[in-house]
C-alpha cells in the first residue's frame, strides 16, 4: 500500500509537470511577441534582460496563481470528499506506521511520509529539472549534448588504456560541443548563454570532470643550469585531450555567472 501511495504522488508529479508546461505554451503564445523584442537586443545588458522578462511575466500573475492552485489542489487523483483530502489525515495515518516491529516497514512510511511533509519542494526539484527548447538549434545542442555526455562515458575505460581511437573520438566531440559555447558570426553571445545553460543543466561538465580525473604522469624537465623548467606530461596524447576539455570548461565559464 505504501509503494502503491508512493507512485500515485509520482502521478501528481506528473500530472502537475504536464499542466505547468502545458500553461506556459498558453503564457508563451500570449507573450511571445514581447519576448522576442526584449531578448533580440544584443545591446541590451543581461540584467535589463532580466528586468524587462518579469515586466512581462507580471502581467500573467493571474494565471500563475490559478495555476498553482489548480496543481496542488487536494483533490488532485483523489475521489471526491476523501478523507485524505486534507493532507494532516494522510500524515497521520503513515505516521501511525512507524510504530510497526518491521524495519522495512517503518523505512517505508517515514519515507513516504517526508515526501508528503515536502511535497511542494519536491515538486519544485522535480520541475526544476524540466527543459522547455523553444528554438531548432537548442534541440539540436541538447539532442547533442546528451549524445556527447552518454558517449565520453562509455569511452572513459579505454581513454584509461590510452586507446587512439578513443583519444581521437573524445577529441572531436568535446571540440564540436565547445563550437556551440564560442561566440561567432553565426552566434551571438545570448545564443551561447543559451546554450551553455542547456548543457550545465544536463550536467554534462560532470562527464568532463570525470574524464579528467584520469592521471596524468609527469616527468621533471631540470635542466643542466639549475633552472627548473615545467614538467613535461609523459602521455602526449592524454595532455592534448586534457587541454581540449580545459578549453571546453573555459569557454562554459566565459560571461556565465
Given at each position: ?48 534582460v532580466e528586468e524587462g522578462f518579469r515586466a512581462i511575466m507580471k502581467a500573467e500573475t493571474a494565471s500563475l496563481e490559478q495555476l498553482e492552485d489548480r496543481m496542488f489542489s487536494p483533490e488532485l487523483f483523489l475521489p471526491e470528499h476523501s478523507q485524505f483530502g486534507e493532507a494532516k489525515h494522510l500524515e497521520d495515518a503513515v505516521f501511525n506506521l512507524g510504530d510497526a516491529t518491521s524495519d522495512d516497514l517503518t523505512a ?150
Amino acid at each position: 500500500v505504501l509503494d502503491l501511495t508512493w507512485k500515485l504522488f509520482d502521478v501528481r508529479s506528473n500530472s502537475r509537470i504536464t499542466m505547468a508546461v502545458n500553461e506556459w505554451e498558453q503564457i508563451y503564445d500570449r507573450v511571445n511577441t514581447k519576448l522576442v523584442q526584449a531578448w533580440g537586443d544584443e545591446t541590451t545588458a543581461p540584467g535589463a534582460v532580466e528586468e524587462g522578462f518579469r515586466a512581462i511575466m507580471k502581467a500573467e500573475t493571474a494565471s500563475l496563481e490559478q495555476l498553482e492552485d489548480r496543481m496542488f489542489s487536494p483533490e488532485l487523483f483523489l475521489p471526491e470528499h476523501s478523507q485524505f483530502g486534507e493532507a494532516k489525515h494522510l500524515e497521520d495515518a503513515v505516521f501511525n506506521l512507524g510504530d510497526a516491529t518491521s524495519d522495512d516497514l517503518t523505512a517505508r512510511a517515514f519515507r513516504l511520509l517526508f515526501r508528503v511533509k515536502m511535497d511542494r519542494a519536491f515538486f519544485v526539484k522535480e520541475l526544476r529539472q524540466v527543459q522547455l527548447l523553444v528554438f531548432p538549434e537548442a534541440v539540436q545542442v541538447f539532442q547533442e549534448s546528451e549524445l556527447s555526455m552518454k558517449r565520453l562515458i562509455e569511452l572513459k575505460a579505454r581513454l584509461a588504456q590510452n586507446h587512439e581511437g578513443a583519444v581521437r573520438e573524445a577529441m572531436g566531440l568535446v571540440e564540436s560541443l565547445t563550437s556551440h559555447v564560442v561566440v561567432s558570426d553565426k552566434l551571438s553571445q545570448m545564443l551561447v548563454h543559451k546554450h551553455q545553460t542547456i548543457m550545465l543543466n544536463q550536467g554534462l561538465e560532470g562527464a568532463i570532470v570525470s574524464v579528467l580525473q584520469l592521471p596524468l604522469v609527469r616527468r621533471s624537465n631540470d635542466r643542466d643550469d639549475g633552472i627548473k623548467d615545467a614538467d613535461e606530461a609523459e602521455n602526449d596524447s592524454r595532455r592534448k585531450l586534457f587541454q581540449v576539455l580545459y578549453s571546453f570548461l573555459k569557454c562554459m565559464a566565459k560571461d556565465n555567472r
